[in-house]
């Protein structure tokens, strides 16, 4: 029997102090990333914020900085421009993007075209695609993507309180909140743009990052009854358990991190930041339900205890 | 083998079989390239047509083709007149696009105002926004005397010059759009032909206005970048003042080249509508006598009685065929007309323009203005691109995964690595009965949905190990796995479903792909990963040893 862990006994529990204060700082820069997210404030993707993102290729060679010249004088200032490379991009590939800088309502497309046109004349740009979006469309889709994040947390949270007792229930939803708000805080670190996509992952988060905790909780409340019979204590309890779910822990979020690593390399410059998310997301829940979630309980059981039956 | 089980594998197997079933239109389209694709169209469209339907459908994204939303404004509607001006400017794009021969496009109301139009494998985008977006509007309007509009223009420079002398005013726009030196030969080109043209020794500055008009038969020709200069000049307070009243000046909607320079017409009409194209019953693009692209029009009963009326009482004077607000072009009327006439296309037009003015002439004006507030473009190269890189990805994780299980858990690996197979099948086919779009971030959340489904084993094989430890008999410690593992694997697969479940209701285009295979996924892992792998374990009886 091949095993990437043998049986361990390492003690999560007494390390709490130093996770407390790593997840607390991340989750501050979370929820303060979550509130300007929420009044539609922050590095929005131009599907919130409005703005136009296009592709394409230039006939000549010219150089980011040269294009950028073009472009902001163009009277688009602050354009986000990378050279796209690789097989499959044709020579000189480019991806232009700007966001909405006043919200004059019309498209931008044309105008950037434009300037590109008019800077470099003797350069044929061969569009490949463009995605450009009025404010109001991003108003709308800035709404949908408040209510779905709004409906699925309680949603889950709904789940989570029909199926555990009260006391899993709170550190459960703290440990799901902690996963989504510290990738969000690390991407306002980063000054990584939020967009659908992102949101989309962090959602796909909010239910993933759940797993590994509800596993560590149905194996607690099983090993609880065994120690019950021996007397151990229940800091000892929830060690144990950890201990025991590790191998499948780190089973499962290697198989999904090695999937969402392939995501980043292969699955190009769209799906980039949702694949960044999700490797993120991946790691800090796992840490999360071993590291945050359990330490919670211990502390709130030795705060006041005998709640649980 | 008992009998619960012989069920079991029935149900699998005749799972297996409606998947293949359903997917084989999938497998048959997608390996036929392009060519072969529009030959069998053209070929044999009764069989193209299923094959088309039934095949998995591929998003924007991945086929290319053209997303946009239009806007309609109301702001200059009754409110009676706006409450179904969406309806009807849905209804007047979707017969513009039908007659245009757009394969499966979708166009649907958005909200209050907004209307959604889907073009998959477009190839001419600005074309098409330019088709759905007009208005579309036809007037038929008169211009004034000759005479009139060759005062007003001088006394409109004689009032521009006096601005800038008395009050020192900057009448130019910015530096770069300021009339250059090249304006004097752009003048001087036409200088000969004319009767009406301007004196030229005169001082520029006396003639800020003309200097930048070059007189032809019934309008000025003037260079495209001087436009938006002229436009600012006609937009003065002062300059509108003295414009006749009743008159306007209007630009024309097409360009043309001379001598490599491009230009655009000026036009001074009359307000008043003579005739709409309200009264139009058919359009339909020809040439006319100089092979020069026309749309030939038929009028109603009334419609022809007041053109008539019209084209009688002034022969051998222009007509201006206005279409949303610009100047189509201002023929001469030779004769009389009755119901059946003919627009001349005004500057380069080609044929393809004269095509799709009769389009959007059939299907009638909007019954208001539309804004496009998105328009998203995806070619048809990107679009293969991204499926590459989608199938690599899915391709090179499954592989990754199937290897680890393989290895770390053996002949069970192998189950688990078959259940794997069987969930993608599944999804795959539930996808194409269901009619749903394979998106990007939908192929995501196929590979997302790789590492799910094994997590679910990995769950269940850790358990059995544990039994096995224990010192059960393998037959104890796979049904203890089995069932000490499900309520986990329910609870887990359930959160995963209530955000997939949201994405999808308040999701729009990649993003409901991604929340329909992310959430499809999740639920047949549920069987694949759970029953499946269970009836594999079952159908041998008499377990010695267990490969784990």
Redesign the interface.
């Known amino acids: ?2 095993r ?1 862990i043998g049986k361990t006994n390492i003690d999560f529990i007494g390390k709490r102090k130093v996770a407390f204060v790593f997840s607390g700082v991340l989750m501050v820069v979370g929820l303060f990333a979550f509130v300007l997210l929420l009044l539609g404030k922050g590095n929005l993707g131009i599907d919130f914020a409005g703005g136009v993102m296009v ?1 394409g290729s230039f006939e000549n060679p010219v150089s980011v900085s040269d294009l950028r010249g073009k472009i902001s004088s163009g009277g688009f200032t602050d354009a986000y421009i990378i050279e796209l490379k690789g097989s ?2 044709p020579p000189n590939s480019f991806l232009i993007r700007t966001k909405v800088q006043v919200a004059e ?1 019309e ?1 931008l ?1 044309d105008k950037l075209l434009s300037a590109m046109r008019v800077g470099l004349p003797d350069n044929e740009f061969t ?8 404010p ?2 991003g108003e ?2 800035q709404k ?2 408040r ?2 994040i709004l ?2 947390l309680l ?2 949270l709904i ?2 309180w029909i ?1 555990f007792e009260f006391r899993f229930g709170v550190v459960a939803t703290v440990a799901t909140f902690h996963d989504v708000l510290t990738v969000l805080g690390i991407f306002l670190i980063l000054n990584k743009e939020i967009s ?2 992102v949101i ?1 992952a962090l ?2 988060l ?3 990052s ?2 590994d905790t ?2 560590l909780y ?1 194996r607690i409340r ?1 090993n609880r009854k065994l120690f019950r019979k021996k007397g151990g204590d229940f800091a000892s309890t929830i060690n144990t358990s950890i201990n ?2 590790l ?2 822990t780190l ?2 979020s ?3 991190l ?3 690593m ?2 980043l390399i ?3 410059e ?2 980039h930041d ?2 960044l998310a ?1 490797i993120m997301g991946v790691i800090i829940g796992t840490y999360s339900s071993v590291f945050v979630a359990s330490p919670i309980i211990v502390e709130w059981e030795r705060r006041s205890p005998k709640r649980l039956k | 083998m008992r009998k619960s089980d012989a069920w079991r594998i029935i149900l699998i197997l005749s799972l297996c079989l409606i998947s293949l079933y359903i997917l084989y239109p999938t497998f048959k389209f997608y390996s036929m390239d392009i060519e072969e694709r529009q030959a069998l169209q053209a070929d044999d469209p009764s069989s193209y047509i299923p094959l088309e339907k039934k095949a998995l459908k591929l998003g924007l994204d991945l086929q290319g083709g053209m997303h946009i939303v239009l806007e309609v404004d109301k702001s200059n509607l009754t409110a009676d007149e706006a409450r179904d001006a969406p309806e009807r400017a849905l209804e007047i794009i979707r017969n513009r696009i039908d007659q245009w021969g757009v394969t499966e496009p979708l166009i649907q109301k958005q909200g209050e105002d907004r209307i959604v139009v889907e073009l998959p494998g477009l190839e001419d985008p600005e074309r098409a926004r330019e088709l759905i977006g007009s208005t579309a509007l036809l007037e038929f309007r008169l211009l004034p005397d000759p005479e009139v509009t060759h005062r007003t223009v001088l006394v409109i420079d004689s009032v521009l010059a006096q601005i800038e002398r008395g009050k020192g005013l900057k009448l130019t726009m910015e530096e770069e759009v300021a009339p250059s030196d090249t304006l004097i030969p752009a003048v001087k080109l036409f200088a000969e032909e004319d009767d009406l043209g301007f004196p030229l020794d005169e001082e520029e500055t006396s003639r800020p206005f003309t200097m930048l008009l070059d007189p032809r038969q019934t309008s000025y020709a003037v260079l495209v970048e001087d436009v938006p200069l002229i436009s600012r000049y006609l937009s003065l307070a002062e300059v509108k003042e003295i414009i006749p009243p009743g008159t306007e000046f209007t630009f024309s909607t097409r360009t043309y080249e001379i001598a490599n320079r491009k230009f655009r017409d000026l036009f001074h009409i009359r307000k008043r509508t003579e005739l709409s194209g309200k009264y139009l019953t058919d359009a339909r693009p020809g040439f006319d006598q100089w092979q020069k692209p026309v749309v030939n029009f038929t009028l109603t009963k009334e419609g022809g009685r007041i053109f008539a009326a019209l084209t009688g009482a002034n022969i051998k004077k222009p007509l201006a065929i206005v279409l949303d607000s610009r100047v189509e072009s201002a023929p001469t009327i030779q004769s009389k007309i009755r119901d059946r006439g003919q627009i001349t296309m005004g500057g380069s037009a080609t044929f393809d323009n004269a095509r799709d003015l009769a389009v959007v002439l059939r299907a009638g004006a909007l019954p208001a203005p539309v804004k496009v507030i998105q328009n998203s473009v995806v070619g048809a190269t990107l679009g293969k691109d991204s499926i590459n890189k989608g199938r690599t990805s899915v391709m090179v994780g499954a592989l990754l995964v199937i290897f680890f299980m393989l290895i770390y858990y053996r002949l069970s690996g192998l189950v688990a690595d078959l259940a794997l197979f069987l969930n993608l099948f599944f999804l795959l086919a539930s996808m194409a009965a269901l009619n749903a779009t394979l998106t990007m971030p939908g192929i995501a959340g196929i590979i997302l949905i790789v590492g799910i489904s094994v997590d679910a084993n990995v769950l269940i094989f850790e358990r059995i190990r544990e039994e096995l430890r224990t010192g059960k008999t393998v037959r104890a410690s796979i049904e203890a796995g089995y069932k000490r593992a499900l309520l986990t694997i329910v609870d887990s697969h359930v959160t995963i479903m209530i955000t997939a479940l949201f994405l999808f209701i308040f999701g729009t285009g990649p993003i409901k792909g991604f929340a329909v295979s992310l959430s499809l996924g999740t639920a047949i892992s549920l069987f694949t990963a759970y029953v499946i792998t269970k009836t594999i374990f079952d159908i041998r009886k008499g377990y010695k040893t267990l490969s784990i």
């Open positions: 029997m091949l990437i592709r499959d991009a309502g498209l497309g569009l490949d695609s463009i995605d450009d979006i009025g109001a469309v709308t889709l949908q993507a209510w779905a409906l699925s949603g889950i789940y989570i199926r659908l996509l989309s959602l796909t909010a239910g993933y759940l797993t509800v596993v149905d099983e025991d779910v191998s499948r089973i499962t290697l198989t999904t090695s999937v969402v392939v995501l292969l699955g190009g769209v799906l949702f694949a999700l």
